[in-house]
């Protein structure tokens, strides 16, 4: 049986009206989150001190064509102090397929995010430098 993370029980206090779903496929996190919250969502989990997420691994997005919400945006981060890893979902439907950027938080993310916008056309907003890679 899965355990909750410690920190788990502060992020859904903190956020619950902004979590849509938590499971632990494989023994996992998977928090799917709505878009408007990611950042501070992402600060909480940077900061926090049960939490400690300060390595940001990647970004990608899925297309689940014929689905709606067509995408879903995944983030993937570790905690190399305390040895977890979590994964993000941010769901976008196909007619508005944007959300925040996070490079203010993890500036890792800068390349990832203008990959998707390259492959996917989700647009990162608040991106300092959203043009296409390809």
Not at 110 to 118: K, L, M, T, V
Request: glycine content about 2%; overall charge negative.
């Amino acid at each position: 049986m899965t355990q909750n993370p410690l920190y788990l029980d502060s992020l859904k206090e903190k956020f619950g009206s902004s979590i849509e779903e938590i499971s632990f496929p494989h023994d996992q996190l998977v928090v799917v989150v709505n878009r408007e919250a990611i950042n501070e969502i992402l600060n909480f989990l940077r900061d926090d001190e049960e939490a400690c997420f300060d390595l940001f691994m990647d970004l990608t997005a899925v297309d689940y064509i014929g689905r709606e919400p067509r995408f879903e945006v995944v983030i993937h981060l570790v905690s190399i102090p305390k040895q977890h890893r979590i994964r993000l979902k941010i769901r976008l439907s196909e007619a508005d397929p944007e959300m925040p950027s996070i490079t203010p938080v993890y500036a890792a993310a800068n390349w990832f995010e203008r990959e998707c916008f390259d492959l996917y056309g989700i647009r990162f907003t608040g991106h300092p430098n959203l043009t296409r890679i390809m």
